[in-house]
């Protein structure tokens, strides 16, 4: 064998070292221009997401503008904001009442593992509400029994925290008590009132519990003598508070808007070319199947406590009939007659009546058919249209009805509202 040339061997190594270096020099350029590369491509994205971002916010606050100018009546400015919305955005507003759903959704898509305790709870089915519904109806009835047997013990309703030298309550017999309740609850059915004397004592709990008062009060409101087990309740009481009914310490309340065109005048100085015109529908029912109705531009605080009563003459009487959890009520206005002047010329006509009896209106009939719904955990607080009618009477007998469309725009749900003074006083017992 030949010997190596020492030369050669490291000319060989040279060439090795100068092919390693530019090799890795190649790869570390090719490295650095993706790199640059790929943060180019994040720079330009992040800023078009940026300005994207930045221009949905800024659409966002000008709809929200737009929408506040709105509810408090200035349409044009209203409508300045919403165009410049749209010229940033125009589908801003999809994109504002779409976003909570669609995160509603995305939240929906979380693994089961991930979901805290009230979303689990959310989950668990109608048997443990039941069941939790159940538990407190026992509580309840574990301590009225307790109750009952104490003062059974004790023999008195309630015992006197310092002596007195007159009679006290607690020397009156239970008999007279639940009869001064049946005084609080009066015959306008204040069972608000009963619950916050029951606070007072356990004598006063117990008596407030007693089952004549929850029977009155039930046959009061459907004047039906069928027992609360017919219906799925365990006691009158029980009947009486989730069975569908009306209220009867307060009215129901209905807000109407709706935007009319202007007319342009030259003597007109505040001409606008839209009216944004509100008016309240007020209804209030009394126990004894009567009721009022009143449809006014008048605030609240106008009308709830002063006009909302069965001799004013501004307000429509009439009677309604509760069906299961559908009130149906008629209310009935009659045309006041106008006092008319003698008049001497014989060649003049009488009035206008005589000559005009197929358009003068002797009297208007107003059906209603509303249904009790629960709203925002309220019982029964709310009153939502079925059907809405007039009847018009002319003075030659004859008669047109008229049937409007239910919508929620024109014919939004009455809420119930507590007035104070409507349980000032107790005129009779329940």
Not at 75 to 99: C, G, N, S
Not at 122 to 148: A, F, M, R, Y
Not at 297 to 308: E, I, N
Not at 361 to 388: D, G, P, S
Request: charged share 30%; with cysteine; net charge neutral.
């Amino acid at each position: 064998m030949s010997e190596k040339n020492p030369a050669t061997e490291e000319l060989l190594e040279n060439f090795r070292r100068q092919w390693e270096s530019e090799i890795s020099a190649a790869r570390s350029q090719q490295s650095l221009a993706s790199s640059s590369k790929h943060i180019t491509n994040e720079n330009q994205e992040s800023v078009t997401s940026s300005k994207d971002t930045a221009d949905e916010e800024k659409a966002t606050s000008l709809y929200l503008c737009g929408v506040k100018h709105e509810k408090s009546g200035e349409v044009v400015e209203a409508i300045k904001f919403y165009k410049r919305a749209m010229q940033l955005i125009p589908d801003i507003e999809e994109r504002i009442y779409t976003y909570p759903k669609n995160k509603e959704s995305s939240e929906s898509n979380i693994p089961s593992e991930s979901k805290g305790h009230h979303d689990i709870k959310k989950e668990e089915g109608p048997s443990s509400h039941n069941n939790n519904v159940d538990d407190n109806d026992n509580e309840s009835i574990d301590l009225l029994i307790k109750l009952q047997r104490l003062i059974v013990q004790d023999g008195r309703v309630c015992t006197p925290q310092d002596e007195s030298k007159g009679t006290h309550i607690s020397d009156l017999p239970r008999e007279i008590i639940v009869y001064l309740l049946k005084w609080v609850v009066s015959s306008d059915l204040d069972l608000r009132s009963l619950e916050q004397v029951s606070l007072v004592s356990r004598g006063l709990y117990v008596c407030s519990r007693d089952s004549e008062i929850w029977k009155l009060a039930c046959l009061s409101v459907w004047n039906s003598p069928n027992s609360p087990s017919t219906f799925g309740f365990t006691d009158y009481r029980d009947m009486f508070i989730y069975r569908p009914r009306l209220q009867f310490h307060g009215c129901y309340i209905s807000k109407t808007s709706y935007v009319r065109q202007g007319e342009n005048s030259f003597q007109d100085t505040n001409y606008q070319p839209w009216h944004l015109v509100n008016y309240f529908r007020y209804l209030r029912f009394y126990p004894d199947r009567t009721a009022v109705m009143n449809t006014t531009a008048d605030m609240p605080s106008l009308v709830v406590s002063k006009r909302l009563k069965r001799k004013d003459p501004s307000c429509f009487n009439g009677f309604y009939t509760l069906n299961g959890n559908v009130v149906t009520c008629i209310f009935k206005r009659k045309r006041i007659p106008e006092r008319t002047e003698r008049i001497d010329n014989r060649n003049r006509r009488r009035n206008d009546e005589a000559n005009n009896n197929s358009s003068t209106v002797m009297e208007q009939i107003f059906e209603l058919e509303l249904e009790i719904k629960t709203m925002k955990k309220k019982l029964h607080c709310a009153l939502h249209w079925n059907r809405y009618s007039i009847q018009t009477i002319y003075q030659n007998k004859e008669s047109t009805t008229a049937n409007f469309d239910i919508t929620a725009t024109r014919f939004p749900p009455l809420i119930f509202s507590r007035v104070r003074s409507y349980n000032a006083q107790s005129e009779r017992p329940l």
